[in-house]
């Protein structure tokens, strides 16, 4: 099955970040003058194999997923609490 997204291949030499990360552009859109490079539009995060996130964007990952955990514990211990005073009122 052929890949739902073309490999960028016109890669803009100035950028050379680029070259190592493979960026591949969708929706497909043809570099309107020659030479013009097509990583221009926002597209998703894909990469040709596996890419690891550098620098803002991975401290963003991190951040992010350190609140989701953050969150989860206050949740379970607002429900522990909860749990508690109504076996107390009960009493």
């Known amino acids: 099955m052929p890949l739902p997204y073309k490999p960028n291949t016109r ?13 591949i552009q969708w929706p497909p859109k043809p570099a309107t003058k020659e030479g013009e490079s097509l990583v221009q539009m926002p597209r998703p995060n894909v990469y040709i194999g596996r890419q690891k996130k550098v620098g803002k964007k991975a401290e963003r990952d ?23 005073k109504k076996i107390k009122d009960e009493k």
């Open 11 to 23: 890669l803009n030499p100035a950028n050379s970040s680029s070259m190592h990360k493979m960026l």
């Open 62 to 84: 991190c951040s992010t997923q350190r609140r989701k955990i953050k969150e989860k514990r206050k949740s379970k211990r607002r429900k522990k609490r909860k749990k508690e």
